[in-house]
């Protein structure tokens, strides 16, 4: 189908994009990438008044050094954190990850900001960001604030973000020099939306762990944080049985709901099937 | 109801201009306003590719936008390939190699292939086909379509490298 009528607006600057959110009071959508957003309104599942296309502020689309963090505008297109040589050396998770983002053609107008905006809960950026305690900026009428990743997620689909505020940048902290990572993930077609997907760091201290993360998309109706895997890692260090154990654990760990696409206890088998690959490659490649 | 926009942009090279409502998507301004309809639509939610285009030399989905956002942009899309009435060398493989069947796919699988092959010059099979599951063919298994990128990549290579010397 094509999309509903709607009032269209292109703002030059993030001020008079919020200005105008403001004035649409919750009416209003964020066009960003649009590689959700249009197929929602040619499905007219959403029928905003207005659309406030963020596409022609320049200002937010860079990737910057900021203190240990890696800092993305939230109008950066995941084709470009794809091919981003300080993606590639400070946040190699991010850029595995942005491998299953789609595909190519959809990355090349796809954001971080709007994937992250968007949570869907099977979406590969909201478990990143997740699983390396990112947090995001958003700015609004009373000026700007920061949200952790852990407070950000409310529900399917659903951030704690007001209506009135316009989501501007993404920061993830740098990982730390020989962290390993993995992205794993099971579509039943690749560039499709994971089933279940799951993102891991380990930074190793001999044959010890210092620090584990885990969590995971696709598995409950917000990225989840898998603490009690992670702590079973830093307790038992990172061999064969003790990453065993850790999926279990993660498995156990998960509330997915069925859908068309799997049911509840497939979701919950495939966490801990993927948490163990991620970990056994993540282990892999820690130095 | 929204007043008409107004759309100026570069399209194959030559500059168009057209007049539309800012719901309109890209894909139908191409077909409709602009008469180009080597573009094709196909799901209109951004899964089946067929009308991937190139915007600003990146294959995009003309589906997932509204043609006000390519005001300004510079576009290619099939209509784009010929030069001086002869195939481009993928256009050439995709035939010889019977990478087609209705041909409805076949535009989105161009204009994907040839971004896919600008990004990674050399790739391995397994490469096309994570670039070529983009979109959706429904006749040819993919076998044929497979084998004309893998056969146009170093035509592409040779073609690259005599435009990038002095």
Redesign the interface.
Known sequence: MKPPRFEYHAPRSVDEAVDLLGRYGGDAKVLAGGQSLMPMLNFRLTRPAALVDVNRIAALAYVREDDGMVAFGAMTRQRTIEFSPEVARRLPLLREATRWVGHLPIRSRGTIGGSIAHADPSAEYPAVLTALEGEVVAQGPRGRRTLRAAELFETYLTTRLAPDELLVEVRLPAMPAGAGHAFEEFARRHGDFAIVGIAAMVVRDGARCRTARLATAGAGPVPLRLRAAEEILERDGLGDAAIAAAAARAAELVQPDSDVHASADYRRHLTGVLTARALTRAVERAR | ??DL?TVRLTVNGTPREGRC?????LV?FLREDLALTGTHVGC???VC?AC?IL?DG????S????A??ADGARLTTVEGLMTDGALHPLQEAFRDHHGLQCGFCTPGMLL?AL??LR?KPEPSAADIR??L??VLCRCTGYHGIVKAVQAAAPILRARAEQQSRP
């Open positions: 109801m929204t926009a409502a800012p719901r309109k998507l139908d209109e939610h951004g590719g991937t915007v990146e294959a995009a989905r589906c997932l936008m509204l006000v956002q994907t971004d896919l990004v994570e670039g599951s983009a």
